[in-house]
């Protein structure tokens, strides 16, 4: 398990992480998320034991991160650093055998990944030939080339196509459910939902939001109501509780301030005709980032 306690990380005067906790465990996928400058890679570098920490600490099952564990652990940094020389057949030797692997090993794991990334043809490839997203391929595979226990991803998904995504998470679900630990930032909250179960948002460096994301959701008590069909916008607005309606595309989206508003909508709503769909929706994660991140900015 890895876990941080109550870090603190000054740069000169100013506290860039504010007594920061959290705990991955073996198979779970965690988010770390927040606007610019939150704190972000500031604490995956601690975690890499590549900045120190000013108060705290942080284990890996029980140990103190230090080169003695770095084969163990896989880091994708936000600024791509590849050997744009080197082909990516050299490129993964280069990571391996800093990760304590054997050469044949290493030969054989960069073929199956690059398989199951598509793009098998690049094995002997300068990574200067190789368009931004392949480059960033090489780089995740570079990061998971020892298989790690524990996997740092600092914004992976950065500059991907919407079919990249789709394969560097299939990849990142599979590892999971062989038991690594994943951490990963993200400015993008939909792929956060898709597949963190926990998460903590940090501002100034500070947590704002912390825990199980369906436990977020369920503690965050508006909801949205989702219609479609010929409702009067201004009627709608008036009933108690109802916060705001949007027209979206095709549908209505009515946000109330909890699920006792459900009825006094609904009751209306079955008034008015061709109606085709009323739904009440959990708000998603954006919108409740924006709401506490919002909220926090104003204290
Ligand atoms: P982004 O999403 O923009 O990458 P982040 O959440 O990763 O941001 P950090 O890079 O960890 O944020 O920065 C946190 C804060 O610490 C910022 O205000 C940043 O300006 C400051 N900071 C980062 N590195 C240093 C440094 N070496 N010296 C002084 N201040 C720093």
Redesign the pocket.
């Known amino acids: 398990m890895l876990k941080v306690k109550n870090v603190t990380k000054y740069?000169?005067d100013?506290k860039?992480?504010d007594n920061l906790s959290f705990e991955v465990k073996p198979g779970e996928i965690f988010g770390l998320l927040?606007?610019?400058?939150?704190?972000?890679?500031?604490?995956f570098r601690m975690i890499m034991g590549l900045l120190d920490m000013t108060e705290g600490s942080i284990t890996l099952d029980g140990n103190k991160i230090d080169y003695n564990v770095t084969d163990k652990i896989g880091f994708l940094t936000?600024e791509r650093s590849l050997l744009t020389k080197l082909t990516v057949k050299e490129q993964c030797i280069y990571y391996g055998v800093l990760k304590g692997m054997k050469e044949e090993e290493i030969i054989k794991r960069t073929k199956e990944l690059l398989e199951k990334f598509e793009i098998p043809e690049y094995f002997d490839k300068k990574i200067k030939e190789l368009s931004k997203g392949n480059q960033q391929k090489v780089q995740f595979i570079t990061a998971i080339i020892n298989n790690p226990k524990l996997l740092i991803l600092?914004?992976p998904f950065s500059g991907l196509d919407p079919f990249n995504v789709e394969l560097f998470k299939k990849q990142i679900v599979e590892m999971s459910k062989n038991g690594s630990m994943i951490i990963f930032?993200s400015?993008r909250m939909e792929h956060v939902e898709l597949f963190c179960k926990k998460l903590v948002v940090?501002l100034n460096?500070k947590s704002v939001l912390e825990g199980e994301l369906k436990k977020i959701k369920e503690q965050y008590r508006k909801k949205n109501i989702l219609i479609k069909g010929d409702i009067d916008i201004d009627k709608v607005k008036k009933i108690k509780g109802v916060l705001e309606v949007t027209n979206k595309a095709d549908e209505y989206e009515v946000k109330i301030e909890d699920e006792n508003i459900v009825d006094g909508v609904f009751k209306y709503v079955s008034k008015c005709s061709n109606v085709t769909k009323f739904s009440v929706e959990e708000p998603s994660l954006n919108e409740i980032f924006v709401a506490k991140v919002g909220e926090s900015y104003e204290k």
């Open positions: 740069y000169g100013f860039a992480v927040g606007v610019n400058g939150a704190g972000k890679t500031t604490t936000e600092d914004e930032s400015h940090l460096g």
